[in-house]
């Protein structure tokens, strides 16, 4: 039997992550009819909050806020449906092997002091990193909601390369071989130049391990360091905070704004196939076998799932097809939720304080997270992991029982596929055992104190968010997947191979975490070729 055809609408977008969403409001207010399908039973992609035991609520994946493009957040009005940012009182707060710990942030000044305990030279040293570090960041910011120019555009691609690299001649020598610096150095290398204490160096390498699978010796991951920086919260730039209800409460917010403006979000709608008709994406197969029509189908899942499951590989351009084989993917992170009868007691630090509000990073030098990548890719996983920690119920009371707290674990160095064919499904406890234990060994009490757990594995992550192997970033920040690189070169701005399908998600620049930006820029080249095709075909 014929399977069963609907439409047609202007825009299709697989998946209603935050980057779908953010697509779908540019294209709707720009007139469009658009339908967003969801493969789960609640929208938001992996910015979600969801009640893992009786009364605790946290959220699911995505766990902190920084990224998310202020014009995104006023375009939409997100602060009239909730969205509320409560800042962190100090950014990170890592205890140290010999007893002591290191508190990041809380200003410049603040911080300068608690580097003088590790090092005089790297305290005075602190202000003219940061600044060196802002300009880049301010660079980035610029590129952020634009497409990347994209190769084999003829003139169009030397235009707008000219028109982006003006920002980057415009900055000193100095700034500009920072910036170098940056795209190619390891994180260690880079740091090295800055800073002399190991606690020091640590504090700032975290960003560069934080879903990257890599060491902070491997070359270019002083990009992901500078990733994390460029964002900002309720106006200051470089800060991350805790959004009120969880990431969750983004794209609610996000999808009551479309539902006001009569976009159609189906949940539990899961897309098997992109239906192509010659050379043109016409619409897509839902797993009930329906078809749906569109003018425009934007994928907001990675470039790996798109073009290896939804696609057929006949519609495909062969050496196409190999890239995306050998585009990277897997971030090495392993996330868990608990929930806690108490908050955990640090021994370096006992009682309650502002650092149960901050990030509490277990990753005291470069050599720590070193180890910890060098383990995952022999045994799996380390048995010192890096973990960061969070307790939003410190501030978000919300989120669980009077006297009792949710926290999010973050974890780096998980292996994507375990060696020796073994099998996540079989190890999945033991990795988190050895999360809490470590833990444990810092603030002592904490195993007796979760009362319930939630873990996601790299297997778990892709199964159950479709992060092609747990990759939260769908797919690793290295210089030969950035920009117009990302994922393919020549396939940089959004548009793959097959006309009339785009790509919306982080597997396009900028790239990971909760920015938004991947939506809108897609939607910008949704509404340009519409705009061509139309006067064209004199349609729109």
């Known amino acids: 039997m014929a399977a069963r055809r609907s439409g047609a609408y202007d825009a299709i977008i697989i998946g209603g992550g935050h980057n779908g969403l953010v697509c779908a409001f540019y294209l709707v207010r720009a007139g469009y009819k658009v339908r ?31 990224l998310l493009h202020p014009r995104i957040i006023a375009d939409m009005k997100l602060a009239d449906r909730g969205y509320r940012v409560i800042e962190r009182p100090i950014s990170n707060f890592l205890p140290q092997p010999d007893g002591g710990y290191l508190k990041l942030g809380g200003g410049i000044e603040r911080t300068a002091q608690e580097f003088a305990k590790f090092s005089l030279r790297d ?44 920002r980057i001649a415009a900055l000193s020598i100095e700034q500009q071989r920072d910036i170098l610096d940056l795209l190619m150095k390891s994180a260690r290398t880079f740091l090295d130049g800055w800073f002399e204490s ?40 470089g800060e991350w905070g805790h959004v009120v209800g969880g990431m969750g409460t983004i794209t609610r917010a996000m999808a009551a704004v479309l539902a006001d ?34 003018d425009a189908i934007i994928a907001n899942v990675g470039p790996k799932l798109l073009y290896r499951q939804l696609c057929d590989p006949v519609d495909l351009p062969a050496d196409f097809l190999r890239r995306i084989d050998s585009f990277k993917t897997g971030s090495g992170t392993f996330r868990m939720n608990v929930a806690l009868s108490a908050l955990p007691d640090f021994s370096c630090l006992p009682g309650e304080g502002e650092h149960h509000r901050s990030g509490i990073v277990i990753a005291p030098t470069l050599n720590y997270m070193d180890r910890a ?69 810092h603030a002592p009490g904490f195993a007796r104190s979760v009362i319930a757990r939630q873990i996601h594995s790299p297997l778990d992550l892709e199964r159950k968010f479709g992060l092609t192997g747990g990759d939260i ?68």
């Not at 009364?55 to 902190?64: C, E, K, L, P, V």
């Not at 973050?410 to 064919?421: E, I, R, S």
Request: charged share 20%.
């Open 36 to 66: 967003v399908l969801e493969r789960r039973a609640i929208v938001g992609g992996a910015a979600v909050t969801e009640e893992f035991a009786p009364g605790f609520r946290n959220s699911t994946a995505s766990y902190t806020v920084s």
């Open 123 to 166: 305290a005075r040293r602190l202000p003219a990193y940061y600044a060196a570090l802002e300009a880049v960041a301010d660079v980035l910011r610029d590129l952020v909601l634009k497409a990347p120019p994209n190769v084999g555009d003829g003139a169009k691609t030397l235009v707008d390369a000219v028109r982006q690299s003006r």
């Open 198 to 237: 190991d606690a020091v160096k640590a504090a700032f390498g975290f960003d560069a391990v934080v879903g990257n699978y890599a060491s902070p010796d491997t070359p270019g991951s002083a990009y992901v360091l500078l990733h994390h920086v460029f964002g900002e919260v309720n106006g200051r730039k």
């Open 261 to 294: 403006m009569g976009v159609e979000i189906s949940l539990e709608m899961p897309v098997t196939a992109v239906l192509v008709d010659g050379t043109r994406a016409v619409g897509v197969r839902l797993e009930s076998g329906e078809e749906l029509l569109g």
């Open 373 to 441: 990548f060098l383990d995952a890719k022999r045994d799996g996983w380390s048995k010192q992991p890096i973990v960061e920690m969070l307790i939003p119920s410190t501030i978000d009371d919300g989120l669980a029982p009077p006297g009792a707290h949710v926290a999010s674990l973050f974890c780096q160095q998980f292996a994507p596929v375990l060696p020796d064919g073994r099998s996540w499904d079989d190890e999945r406890e033991a990795a988190a055992d050895t999360i809490v234990e470590t833990v444990e060994r």
């Open 473 to 540: 970033m769908h797919g690793n920040m290295t210089l030969d997947q950035l920009w117009s690189a990302r994922p393919v070169l020549g396939h940089g701005a959004y548009r793959g191979p097959i006309k009339g399908l785009y790509m919306c998600g982080a597997g396009t620049h900028p790239g990971g975490g909760v920015t938004g930006a991947p939506g809108h820029n897609a939607a910008r080249a949704v509404l340009a070729d519409g705009s061509l095709i139309g006067r064209w075909l004199g349609r729109r």
